[in-house]
């Protein structure tokens, strides 16, 4: 596609359920990252993907987070055991390689009850 | 550590009226300065990268400047579709940290 895809859009999930983001990034793109975002504040990193490889994953806020990115493409973010500070906006970003621009998704919005 | 503060966090300006915003940062060694808009509901959208001191660049009523503390984004004679959530991300040079380090935005509101 011409642009990064996000599915799902919009989740509601019960607190404690498991829940899966998926990323689609533009076609050719190696670097992949996932943030963060809660409202009012600035995207916050959480993982990098150079293809398959998960280079850095500093920004993960704990061992519920987990992240693959398994033939170098699609990249799905998995959150088990959801919690209501997990609630905020999931934003998936690719670029051609480091260092390059980074284009964003529009996001997949996560809330937690 | 890298940080990015940007200012005002909000501002409304008339139709028209031209003003700046501002990104101050630290980082050891910048590869780059990144701004980004934000619309409601939506992901960041690219606006401009800058790379040295002194550089700048432009588009329609958009021009972004850096120096080696801090950026600019000067809008001139805005419109109601300036309206947005426009922010800043530093890029270190160290090529272990591929991330980008976000500023928490200022808000734009242009009144007709």
């Known amino acids: 596609g011409a642009g990064v895809s996000q599915s799902p859009r919009y989740k509601v999930a019960k607190r404690g359920q498991d829940v899966a983001l998926r990323c689609d990034p533009i076609s050719g793109h190696v670097s992949l990252f996932w943030y963060q975002q809660a409202l009012g504040q600035g995207p916050e990193f959480l993982t990098y993907?150079?293809?398959?490889?998960?280079?850095?994953k500093s920004g993960l806020p704990s061992d519920r987070f987990f992240a693959e990115r398994p033939e170098g493409s699609v990249s799905t973010l998995k959150i088990q055991r959801t919690q209501q500070e997990d609630s905020a906006v999931y934003l998936c970003?690719?670029?051609?390689?480091?260092?390059?621009?980074?284009?964003f998704g529009e996001g997949s919005w996560l809330t937690v009850v | 550590e890298d940080q990015v503060t940007q200012s005002p966090e909000a501002l409304r300006l008339q139709e028209g009226e031209s003003s700046s915003l501002n990104c101050s940062y630290t980082?050891?060694?910048?590869?780059?300065l990144f701004w980004y808009r934000q619309d409601p509901g939506k992901g960041p959208e690219f606006l401009f990268t800058l790379y040295s001191a002194g550089e700048e660049k432009e588009k329609e009523r958009l021009k972004a400047t850096l120096t080696k503390k801090e950026s600019f984004l000067h809008i001139t004679a805005p419109k109601p579709e300036d309206s947005a959530t426009y922010l800043c991300a530093v890029l270190p040079m160290d090529t272990g940290r591929r991330a980008l380090t976000f500023g928490s935005g200022t808000r734009l509101q242009v009144q007709p």
């Open positions: 970003a690719s670029s051609l390689e480091a260092g390059n621009t980074i284009y």
């Open positions: 980082v050891s060694g910048l590869r780059g």
């Open positions: 993907f150079q293809n398959e490889a998960q280079l850095d």
